[in-house]
């Protein structure tokens, strides 16, 4: 073997070495690539979920005070009938004290 062919050999060996190298320096950054990409498509399906949950949560919450007015709407009407049939019999009484008192009166 020539001091050439063993220069040759030599520069081979390192230009392998190096590849090599490379190569798993490719390996590691696309698998820390991926990993990087999961995690962000993770947190992503989280991001999704919670917004989905809130929008349950602001829904509910929308059906809940429809609910509760219709309730107080309800309640006010059901006050409102009380009062007038109140203001009915107040009347009426009245309107009997009043006969009494014409009656009365009168007499």
């Known amino acids: ?3 050439q062919d063993k220069l040759s050999a ?3 060996k390192e230009t392998a070495k190096l590849e090599a190298a ?3 320096s490719k390996e590691k950054l696309e698998s820390k690539a991926l990993k ?3 995690k962000v498509q993770e947190q992503e399906a989280k ?5 989905k949950v809130a929008a349950q949560q602001l829904k509910q919450a929308h059906k809940l005070e429809a609910l509760k007015q219709k309730e107080k709407k309800k309640e006010a009407n059901e006050l409102l009938k009380q009062d007038n049939m109140y203001n009915r019999w107040f ?3 009245l309107q009997q004290i ?3 008192y014409a009656q009365e009166k009168g007499t």
Do not use: S
């Open 36 to 38: 990087a990409q999961r």
């Open 22 to 24: 490379l190569k798993k």
């Open 10 to 12: 030599k520069q081979l």
């Open 98 to 100: 009043q006969v009494r």
């Open 1 to 3: 073997m020539t001091p």
């Open 91 to 93: 009347g009426g009484c």
């Open 47 to 51: 991001a999704k979920e919670k917004e």
